[in-house]
T-cell receptor, first 112, second 103 residues
Framework: DGGITQSPKYLFRKEGQNVTLSCEQN?????MYWYRQDPGQGLRLIYY???????QKGDIAEGYSVSREKKESFPLTVTSAQKNPTAFYLC???????????FGQGTRLTVV | KDQVFQPSTVASSEGAVVEIFCNHS??????FFWYLHFPGCAPRLLVK?????QQGRYNMTYERFSSSLLILQVREADAAVYYC????????FGTGTRLQVFP
């Protein structure tokens, strides 16, 4: 089945540790996105990539890093520089014209 | 700054038609997208386009810089967050509208 997969669904980390969230898609989409959602707030764009080996910062990129070495994969690293990393993270992909975004099921990260 | 605006909360009685309004300030965006999001799940596309359209109980109105999502015969199970978005070189989402449905 074609789709976008995020793993793991739940992730716990100790404060000060870097953690990488996985996002894989087999939809042959050029564009991929990472969003963060906090309780009572909307989707905030962290990073996006429109093509392999290229990505741009979104509205809240500080404390995060990404890579886009393969078309299918867009991992997000939450670094120790991110002050409030506990949140629900959503990955999405779309075709080159951004005609529709398909979302993964999300990863809930809890930093203790 | 390119932004999409929508109300934070809309309340409705069950069985009514509820309208969620959205407008944007993105000069080169022509399409609207409406997504349904239950917390902890993947947002789901309801309706999209650059003209008025309908998908089941969901109607989308269209103006160049604004759109409304109308949900017909709203149910308690429709209580969720609804996102409006438009597209340029990226998808730009609004902050979401929480729909409350009262019996």
């Amino acid at each position: 089945d074609g789709g976008i997969t995020q793993s793991p669904k739940y992730l716990f980390r100790k404060e000060g540790q870097n953690v990488t969230l996985s996002c894989e898609q087999n939809l042959n989409h050029d564009a991929m996105y990472w969003y963060r959602q906090d309780p009572g707030q909307g989707l905030r764009l962290i990073y996006y990539s429109q093509i392999v080996n290229d990505f741009q910062k979104g509205d809240i990129a500080e404390g995060y890093s990404v890579s886009r070495e393969k078309k299918e994969s867009f991992p997000l690293t939450v670094t120790s520089a991110q002050k409030n990393p506990t949140a629900f993270y959503l990955c999405a992909s779309s075709d080159r014209r951004n005609t529709e975004a398909f979302f993964g099921q999300g990863t809930r990260l809890t930093v203790v | 700054k390119d932004q999409v605006f929508q109300p934070s909360t809309v309340a409705s009685s069950e069985g009514a038609v509820v309208e969620i309004f959205c407008n944007h300030s993105v000069s080169n965006a022509y399409n609207f997208f409406w997504y349904l999001h239950f917390p902890g799940c993947a947002p789901r596309l309801l309706v999209k386009g650059s003209k008025p359209s309908q998908q089941g109980r969901y109607n989308m109105t269209y103006e160049r810089f604004s759109s409304s999502l109308l949900i017909l015969q709203v149910r308690e199970a429709d209580a969720a967050v609804y996102y409006c978005a438009c597209n340029t070189d990226k998808l730009i989402f609004g902050t979401g509208t929480r729909l409350q449905v009262f019996p």
